[in-house]
């Protein structure tokens, strides 16, 4: 008897699986699908939610080459058959076939895109696919079909075409050059018109994106009218930012609407869906007390902010296929803290800047290198910290090197402590402490640029104000 073994095939995710087949006098039994050993053996934890049995009658009988809008694993449960898959996804492998005999002892995960279709080799033959969409009437309108018969495919039946049992629609689709190739899916970028949103969209060009007047994160009924089929990945960047106001009560009712109860219903999304969730996290999720961040590090929020960054990662996290990203300080194309003090340098003002207040800067190009690298390298799913590398440094030491770099003396940033700065001001507490270590994403072979050498470039482009 053999053993469970996954097996890759000249069509990449296509993949062949020998079953153990168990047989006595009284028959055979055999375990069709096995999510926990499968899985750690390289399939693709698919969800399956529909099972789908065709019974054919005779041998010969064919069925088209059809590449649907779901993943599914193919299997027999009784008779033979000869299988037929054929890439029709966009791409270098468009137009590969792969052929197998396969009774009860053989699988295939079929994912997404690749042209499946059989032909049986003995009578009564009964023929099962799991798959992980539901079957409808309007899916089938997005079903890509490639002829039996193409010449270039060049497909070996066993029982020639002429002498098979298939249907007119399979006799008349179309030949492999009349057919457009299945798009690959695409990233869905939300709050593109933030700092990190307008990074992510010039990073990743072919991603579509949605600000918040397009998306309204905050209306239940709005996340229904997007075509999530359409995406494998949904990077949240929208989020209530601002602190101070947060602790209002206005503030505080759409800090918690925003990045607490939006996020939840995008985890349901995502997971419903099969989509990579990728959830932007603060340093405001600690209370500062250590000196250094770690990711499994127990939330302490200080204030709502913080509370509602936290309560968001916990949604974000209840979808097994998350990434959440945590992030400090961050600096990229719009209104933020460097910008704000190379202004006033430009102006010649001399500002008082907080000095005990520790952490790094976090450009909006690192972030979004990391989470591209993240998802390309298949990185494992959970919580990882990203901000620029190198020393820990104060707000004021920030302001100091920006002034230096605009010609102005550094000394003329006036160093105060947090009490001092508040002092008469309505503003929430912030952590002491925020720098987040790095050593988790630079395992996965990501390394973020040094702070200072990111600063100085990213000042070197930023316009003296008029």
């Known amino acids: 008897m053999a053993e469970l073994k996954v097996s890759p095939t000249a069509i990449p995710g296509l993949l062949r699986v020998d079953l153990p087949v168990h047989g006595d006098n009284r028959g055979w039994f055999k375990e069709n699908w096995q999510r926990q050993k499968m899985v750690a053996l390289g399939l693709p934890d698919f969800q399956p939610v529909q099972n789908n049995v065709s019974f054919n009658s005779l041998a010969g009988a064919t069925r088209g080459i059809h590449a649907e809008p779901w993943d599914k694993l193919v299997s027999v449960a009784t008779g033979r058959i000869f299988g037929v898959w054929v890439d029709l996804r966009e791409g270098p492998t468009f137009g590969t076939v792969v052929t197998a005999e396969m009774g009860p002892e053989t699988a295939f995960f079929v994912p997404e895109g690749v042209g499946n279709a059989f032909q049986t080799l003995v009578d009564a033959t009964a023929y099962s696919y799991l798959v992980n969409d539901h079957w409808s009437a309007a899916a089938r309108d997005s079903y890509t079909f490639v002829n039996l018969a193409d010449e270039r495919l060049a497909i070996a039946w066993p029982i020639p075409l002429d002498e098979?049992?298939?249907?007119?629609?399979?006799?008349?689709?179309?030949?492999?050059?009349?057919?457009?190739?299945?798009?690959?899916?695409?990233?869905?970028?939300?709050?593109?018109?933030?700092?990190l949103g307008r990074e992510l969209r010039r990073q990743y060009p072919?991603?579509?994106?949605l600000g918040r007047d397009e998306l309204d994160l905050t209306d239940p009924a709005a996340l229904d009218s997007v075509s999530w089929h359409s995406y494998d990945a949904v990077v949240n960047a929208a989020a209530y930012t601002s602190v101070d106001s947060a602790e209002t009560p206005e503030g505080r009712r759409a800090a918690w609407a925003v990045n607490a109860t939006a996020t939840g219903r995008l985890a349901r999304v995502a997971a419903g869906h099969r989509l990579t969730l990728v959830h932007i996290s603060s340093d405001y999720v600690f209370d500062g007390t250590n000196p250094v961040h770690v990711e499994t590090e127990p939330f302490s929020p200080l204030g709502v902010y913080g509370q509602t960054k936290a309560a968001g990662d916990g949604l974000a996290a209840s979808h097994e296929r998350h990434y959440i990203v945590r992030t400090s300080w961050v600096i990229g194309d719009g209104h933020n803290f460097v910008r704000t003090m190379a202004g006033l340098a430009d102006r010649g003002v001399k500002p008082s800047v907080i000095d005990d207040q520790h952490g790094r800067l976090s450009f909006t190009s690192d972030i979004a290198g990391g989470i591209g690298h993240l998802l390309r390298a298949n990185a494992p799913f959970g919580t990882y910290n990203l901000t620029s590398a190198g020393d820990t440094v104060t707000w004021a030491d920030?302001?100091?090197a920006v002034f230096q770099a605009r010609g102005r003396d550094p000394r003329d940033v006036t160093r105060v402590s947090t009490d001092e700065y508040a002092a008469g001001k309505a503003i929430a507490p912030r952590p002491t402490h925020s720098t987040l270590d790095l050593a988790k994403i630079q395992g996965t072979g990501y390394v973020p640029r040094d702070g200072r050498s990111a600063l100085a470039a990213y000042l070197e482009a930023l316009e003296p104000e008029a």
Not at 172 to 194: C, D, Q, S
Not at 206 to 209: F, I, N, Q, V
């Open 206 to 209: 072919t991603a579509d994106a």
């Open 164 to 195: 098979a049992e298939h249907s007119d629609a399979d006799r008349t689709h179309p030949r492999l050059h009349e057919v457009t190739p299945v798009a690959p899916k695409r990233m869905l970028i939300l709050g593109a018109n933030g700092q």
């Open 398 to 400: 920030i302001a100091a």
